[in-house]
């Protein structure tokens, strides 16, 4: 069966510091990958989306980027965090682009830029 | 533009009553799903159920049911007998076909709570 793991769940980082964050997708290949961001009490943001490696769409202009060095592995990033990088971020996988295909998410990870 | 509208930020239902929550959604494609995910305190997002803008008749997984109405381009969740684990956020979401990513575009939620 397919799984997404996420991590950190949690990271305080400071101001103007760098950021990694990790997502893998077991069980499947050729996954679409997504990064996600909630900031508190809101909505769902698209981030950035994969469809295969080293391919990277960005939905908005902004201070992280993201890269897919595996077909499996999907990593954001920011090389200095300012305080409105804070949130909560999911990453998601997709397999077919069927309209019914649903978004599986992971766990996510708390953001709290200090 | 906003694609989905939640126009409810939070609601109260009372244990074991029924209660709608809103969603609207623009779109110009013939083609498109629409999701509704449910997201506990613990940030987990959890699918619940899925609407195919050619499926005729409305979704339905267990106490969970779909009012689609695509002539307004509504489509509300109905949960029947609520209970207490329902209380959390809920967002719709929606993919269309002209979409290469194949992502999802989500509302802002609604965070229901149920009162014992």
């Known amino acids: 069966s397919q799984t997404i793991h996420q991590w950190p769940a949690t990271l305080v980082q400071p101001v103007g510091s760098p950021l990694s964050l990790e997502c893998t997708v077991e069980?499947?290949?050729?996954?679409?990958l997504y990064w996600y961001r909630q900031a508190a009490g809101r909505g769902l943001q698209l981030l950035f989306y994969s469809v295969g490696i080293g391919q990277i769409s960005s939905e908005v202009p902004q201070n992280l980027s993201a890269s897919r060095p595996q077909d499996r592995q999907f990593i954001l990033s920011s090389k200095k965090l300012l305080l409105s990088d804070s949130g909560f971020y999911l990453c998601a996988w997709s397999v077919t682009i069927l309209t019914n295909e649903k978004l599986f998410f992971g766990s996510g990870t708390q953001l709290s830029v200090l | 533009a906003q694609k989905i509208t939640q126009t409810q930020p939070g609601m109260f239902v009372q244990e074991k009553e029924a209660v709608t929550l809103d969603c609207t959604y623009d779109t110009s494609d013939q083609s498109y799903g629409l999701f509704w995910y449910k997201q506990p305190s613990s940030g987990e997002m959890i699918f619940l159920i899925y609407q195919g803008s050619y499926d005729e008749q409305n979704a339905t997984e267990g106490r969970y049911s779909l009012n689609f109405q695509k002539a307004r381009k509504s489509a509300n969740l109905v949960i029947s007998a609520s209970q207490l684990g329902d209380s959390a956020m809920y967002f719709c979401a929606m993919r269309e076909t002209d979409n290469a990513g194949n992502m999802l575009t989500f509302g802002g939620g609604t965070r229901l709570m149920v009162k014992p």
């Open positions: 069980g499947t290949s050729n996954p679409n």
